[in-house]
């Protein structure tokens, strides 16, 4: 026996459906029903109400035109996608966006510098306090002290003080970086915004105003901020001559003069310099080439961590001597080493005494803790600028 359709509104003469192509076929001879999906695509299944979705004209399949076929046609447009049946539209769209984009943190901060400020102070204290082992090991190999060699250094570290001697100075250090860090970008954003051209304009200065922008950052934070890398400098090398910040300073002070609390600063401001305004280049370039090749507006997380890292690794590699030589000018004459004049005779020195591997020594846990801690900074000075907000719009 063939197939037979079940007829539908029959209490007309005229007035009956199939639902044979509906989606569900029905045997009567077998009594079985097989579903094929009854709100799969409506576009490809066909709903078989007398009507073909496909066709400006009713189906009959055998039957007359449905007398409400024309509202199935002006009120269930067929559409290339799932339904949740019940649902309006706009709640299901609206829970789909919720389901989506997940919690939200949101603060309101009015103020757009205090914003930079806030968000550069955290980026600082994170990132440094995640490399904090690789940045006292890096000390070390830079003066020579706990031994030549990065797994040498660590294992005196841990022999002698223990998991806390590899954040031996880590206070200190974030008490500086936090506002470094947030002087650094802040100045960073603003000089960018302000020489930046805009869209359509000529270029307010014939170099990239990113560049400029970074050398400005960082002469600003090192003004800032250069003492509290001296002092903790002197914190890492001479831990049991110091009984604290507060006694290093006093010290400092009394038996040095306030000079010292400057000691290396033209081979910071040299140095920093050059790598402020590598770094901050290379950043804000990656970020155009980026957003040009993928055509996002938007960067992630994980994406601006990874250009924030390739832009340490190119600036740090460029102007590490210049570091050496300032972190050996910090130490002074303790323990009866040599004191150098200005950056050029520190140069010179180390290299006639060590050759140019002495220029070099500690790049590799250098750049093990600059190219991270670059990439965390900027992602989580760019995070914090996404969560600080005005009204209910991203920073």
């Not at 079985?32 to 109400?49: E, W």
């Not at 609206?94 to 968000?119: A, D, F, Q, T, Y």
């Not at 831990?239 to 507060?246: A, E, I, Q």
Request: charged share 20%; aromatic share 8%.
């Amino acid at each position: 026996m063939g197939k037979r359709e079940i007829l539908l509104f029959d209490d007309k003469k005229d007035g009956f459906f199939s639902i044979s192509d509906s989606g569900s076929q029905w045997s009567v001879e077998q009594n079985h029903c097989y579903p094929v999906g009854l709100f799969a695509s409506v576009g490809q299944m066909g709903m078989g109400f007398g009507v073909s979705p496909s066709s400006p004209n009713p189906r009959d399949n055998g039957g007359i035109k449905a007398p409400f076929s024309d509202l199935f046609l002006k009120y269930l447009p067929f559409q290339e996608e799932i339904r949740v049946v019940g649902v309006p539209e706009e709640e299901d769209s609206l829970e789909r966006r919720k389901k989506k984009v997940g919690l939200k943190l949101k603060i309101k901060v009015s103020n757009p510098s205090l914003r930079r400020l806030i968000s550069g102070g955290i980026a600082g204290a994170v990132s440094r306090t995640c490399v904090a082992p690789l940045e006292t090991i890096r000390t070390h190999l830079m003066v020579g002290s706990s031994g030549n060699s990065t797994t040498e250094v660590f294992h005196n570290i841990m022999q002698t003080d223990g998991w806390k001697g590899l954040f031996r100075g880590n206070f200190v250090n974030v008490i500086r970086v936090a506002p470094s860090k947030a002087i650094e970008l802040f100045a960073f954003d603003t000089v960018n915004k302000q020489l930046s051209p805009k869209p359509g304009e000529e270029p307010k200065i014939p170099i990239p105003a990113s560049l400029v922008a970074g050398a400005c950052a960082g002469v600003s934070s090192t003004l800032v901020t250069y003492p509290l890398e001296l002092v903790k400098t002197r914190l890492t090398i001479e831990k049991n001559m110091y009984d604290g910040v507060v006694d290093a300073f006093v010290k400092i002070l009394q038996k040095e003069g306030p000079a010292e609390l400057y000691r290396g600063l033209a081979p910071s401001l040299i140095g920093v310099i050059p790598y402020a305004a590598t770094n901050y280049f290379a950043y804000d370039t990656l970020r155009k080439v980026y957003r040009k090749v993928f055509k996002e507006e938007k960067i992630g997380n994980i994406e601006t961590l990874l250009i924030g890292s390739l832009a340490g690794a190119i600036s740090s590699s460029a102007t590490f001597p210049l570091e050496v030589a300032r972190k050996q000018m910090q130490v002074g004459a303790l323990n009866g080493r040599q004191v150098y004049k200005n950056v050029l005779h520190a140069l010179a020195s180390i290299l006639e005494q060590e050759g140019i591997q002495g220029l070099y020594k500690g790049l590799g846990p250098s750049c093990l803790k600059l190219v991270p801690a670059a990439g965390i900074s900027f992602m989580c000075y760019e995070a914090c600028k996404r969560i600080l907000v005005e009204k209910d719009e991203d920073a």
